[in-house]
Nanobody, 115 residues
Framework: QVHLVESGGGLVRPGGSLRLSCVAS????????MGWYRQAPGKEREAVAT???????DYADTVKGRFTVTKDNAKNTVYLLMNSLKPEDTAEYYC?????????WGQGTQVTVSS
């Protein structure tokens, strides 16, 4: 079992920045890919950014050049730095850990971009 806890969401103005954190605990050795997903009201959950155990990263086209995913293995923590935020980035952001045949999810953290 893997437990994921996100933090760092909040209200920010367009053009602003936020950094989300996700701390993993439990059987983290199982996890091969960590990622961030988001879900806006009335929309399906979508992948935002992922980072593999080999540090390879992948981004949704809508956030490329604005968001950066990184991880600190010593702290079992994954980060999502979000710059140049837009109102359309408003969503609940979820941390995901994939491995051992399972997908583990955090409880989510709300990001609201509004003036």
């Amino acid at each position: 079992q893997v437990h994921l806890v996100e933090s760092g969401g909040g209200l920010v103005r367009p053009g602003g920045s936020l950094r989300l954190s996700c701390v993993a605990s439990g059987d983290t050795i199982c996890i091969s890919v960590m990622g961030w997903y988001r879900q806006a009201p009335g929309k399906e959950r979508e992948a935002v950014a992922t980072i593999g155990s080999d540090d390879n990263t992948d981004y949704a086209d809508t956030v490329k050049g604005r968001f950066t995913v990184t991880k600190d293995n010593a702290k079992n923590t994954v980060y999502l730095l979000m710059n140049s935020l837009k109102p359309e980035d408003t969503a609940e952001y979820y941390c995901n850990g994939h491995g051992c045949g399972y997908d583990f999810w955090g409880q989510g953290t709300q990001v609201t971009v509004s003036s």
